[in-house]
Structure formats: structure tokens, C-alpha cells
């Protein structure tokens, strides 16, 4: 009985795939508008992915994208624990050195 009610609760496959694409989506056209330059999107390495790095001025900006249809799992933010948030710096870092914009 829970298996059918678990089943039938399942979003269709590539929904949450969808979802963040739209989200990121946004995320791209908000910073645009704030007149920020995306320079890259899903910048990967073997340490982790960051979702958009813009440039806005003298700043580059690195997002993470949390894109939710509903309050039930908690806010976007609440999803970026401290493991997530060192991925992100280590990940940021390798960008900075790989493209020579460290100081």
C-alpha cells in the first residue's frame, strides 16, 4: 500500500532536471539585467560544479542555483551546508587560478 502511494507521488522523469534548468534560467537572465556578464555556466572539476560565474565591475560573482517549486524541503538557502559551501570555495578557487584571476 505505501509503495502505491510513494509511486503514484513521483514526479515524471527529468522533472527536477527541469526545474533547475529553468531556475538557472532565471538566475542568468536576473543577473543580465543587473548588468552582470555571465562568464561561464556549469563550470566543472573533479572537486564540484558551480552553477553561473558573472562578472559585475571589478567582482566575479560565483551562484549557485537552488531553484524550489515549493517551501516543503525547506528554502534554496537552507540546501547550501557547510560541505556544500567548501566544494563552492575550492571549486571558485580552481576558476580563479585556472583562468589567472587570483591575487
Do not use: C
Not at 532536471?17 to 531556475?23: E, P, Y
Not at 538557472?24 to 560544479?49: D, M, P, S, V, W
Amino acid at each position: 500500500m505505501f509503495t502505491d502511494w510513494f509511486h503514484s507521488k513521483r514526479e515524471p522523469r527529468g522533472y527536477k532536471k527541469k526545474i533547475g534548468d529553468f531556475g538557472e534560467k532565471l538566475a542568468r537572465r536576473f543577473l543580465k539585467n543587473k548588468g552582470y556578464r555571465i562568464l561561464a555556466t556549469h563550470f566543472q572539476t573533479r572537486i564540484g560544479e558551480i552553477d553561473i560565474i558573472a562578472r559585475d565591475k571589478d567582482e566575479i560573482v560565483f551562484v549557485e542555483v537552488k531553484t524550489r517549486t515549493s517551501e516543503t524541503f525547506g528554502l534554496p538557502e537552507e540546501a547550501i551546508d557547510w560541505r556544500k559551501q567548501q566544494k563552492l570555495i575550492k571549486t571558485a578557487q580552481e576558476y580563479l587560478f585556472k583562468n589567472h584571476l587570483e591575487d
